[in-house]
């Protein structure tokens, strides 16, 4: 008789204050067979706090192609595993997801066992939309790639949420107070959960030039939010359509299309079907 597959449980960890280890995350690190963590050290002194004593595996971005492949045969050969990052909640930038999909594609059952992740953290506390946002992760760290995705985001409406390093902070929020405008709200988030944690609230400009003053400020881990663009195009009367047009007189439709999306705010790919038919009516 063949054994049943294993479970894959996806496990978060603290992100500073080790209380936030739930008793079911206790648990299943203990039960399980193996743990893959980011860090073995790492991780290693968080089980040593808890008592746990299973075995790890190292799981980071360097080997996690290979290894998934591993961990896949462990668990299709009946052992139950358990992925845990260095903090917070795996695969949201952090290493996993090759590991999931593989699991998932190979109907292995995948189990949460939720808990601390900065990026929710944040927005929890921050004070600006939550009913919709996007998580945007880390921003390149080059100044012009790093503009060119602020500029995409420029018309984004939803409450935007990011990680930084802290020696990128203020030159961050420079670039997002004069690509966002200096009078966009936006919360600096360091150190949750920890014995300095600080939030700091207020305009892109006026935050931009407190990061400057202050080098505490930029101390720790962060996480900024920032508002959305509240201008929306029916509130600036933009017809796209009329818009569209016009750029079709003397760009392509791609080009037309990504134009009229960052000005109206609306979907570039159903601007771009638009564009299309109106070429087609358009064209002799
Ligand atoms: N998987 C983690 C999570 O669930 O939040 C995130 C891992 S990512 C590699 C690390 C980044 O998350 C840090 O550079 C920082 O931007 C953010 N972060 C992690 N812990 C934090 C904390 N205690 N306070 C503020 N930001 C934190």
Do not use: W
């Amino acid at each position: 008789m063949t054994q049943p597959a294993g479970t894959l449980y996806v496990v978060a960890t603290p992100i500073g204050n080790l209380g936030d280890l739930s008793r079911r995350a206790q648990e299943t690190l203990g039960r399980v067979s193996l743990i893959a963590a980011e860090d073995t050290r790492h991780t290693g002194q968080l089980l040593k706090v808890f008592g746990i004593e299973t075995a790890m595996m190292s799981l980071h971005e360097h080997n996690e192609e290979r290894r998934s492949q591993l961990l896949l045969a462990r668990l299709i050969a009946g052992e139950s595993i358990a992925l845990v990052s260095d903090a917070g909640t795996p695969l949201i930038s952090d290493p996993g997801f090759d590991l999931v999909a593989a699991a998932r594609d190979r109907g292995i059952q995948v189990v949460a066992v939720p808990g601390a992740c900065a990026a929710i953290a944040a927005l929890s506390i921050a004070g600006l939309p939550t009913d919709r946002f996007t998580f945007e992760g880390f921003l390149a760290a080059k100044s012009s790639a790093r503009r060119a995705q602020l500029e995409m985001l420029q018309t984004q409406e939803r409450t935007m949420v990011f990680y930084e390093s802290p020696h990128r902070l203020v030159d961050s929020l420079s670039d997002m107070s004069s690509i966002f405008g200096g009078d966009r709200r936006a919360v600096v988030c360091r150190e949750l959960t920890k014995q300095h944690e600080t939030s700091y609230s207020g305009a892109l400009a006026h935050l931009q030039e407190q990061s400057a003053r202050d080098t505490d400020m930029s101390r720790g881990e962060i996480v900024i939010v920032v508002a959305g663009n509240s201008i929306q195009a029916s509130t600036l009367n933009i017809d796209a359509d009329r818009l569209l047009r016009a750029l079709l007189e003397d760009l392509p439709p791609s080009q037309a299309a990504k134009i009229a999306a960052k000005i109206s705010g609306e979907k570039r790919s159903e601007l771009y079907e638009r564009a299309m038919s109106i070429g087609k009516r358009q064209s002799p």
